[in-house]
Nanobody, 122 residues
Framework: QVQLVESGGGLVQAGGSLRLSCAAS????????MGWFRQAPGKEREFVAA????????SYSDSVKGRFTISRDVAKDTLYLQMNSLKPEDTAVYYC???????????????YGQGTLVTVSS
């Protein structure tokens, strides 16, 4: 069973940093890819970053490239999103996600966690 539980959201000032964590069941890491999506108020959910396990490719949306870093701790079955130089427009609910089969950015994935709120004040 795929289980995704996010944590680490909160309120931060512009220019600050946060690290999001996604605790996943071991089976989740046998999926094709995992990543992060976000949904701002009144907007559709959008792709942020992802790792494809086979080949190890990593992709980022243009809006976060150079500021956000996705990583994985295999021993802890945890996916991370390090967010630096945060901007007010990064305010959103952030979702951890997993793709069961072949996936390419910026498409949607098959499974999502419950989300964690990130609020960036100006």
């Amino acid at each position: 069973q795929v289980q995704l539980v996010e944590s680490g959201g909160g309120l931060v000032q512009a220019g600050g940093s946060l690290r999001l964590s996604c605790a996943a069941s071991r089976r989740t890491f046998s999926t094709y890819a995992m990543g992060w999506f976000r949904q701002a108020p009144g907007k559709e959910r959008e792709f942020v970053a992802a790792c494809v396990w086979i080949g190890g490719s990593i992709s980022y949306s243009d809006s976060v490239k150079g500021r956000f870093t996705i990583s994985r701790d295999v021993a802890k079955d945890t996916l991370y999103l390090q967010m630096n130089s945060l901007k007010p427009e990064d305010t959103a609910v952030y979702y951890c996600a997993a793709a069961a089969d072949y996936w390419t950015a910026p498409g949607s994935m098959d499974y999502y966690g419950q989300g964690t709120l990130v609020t960036v004040s100006s």
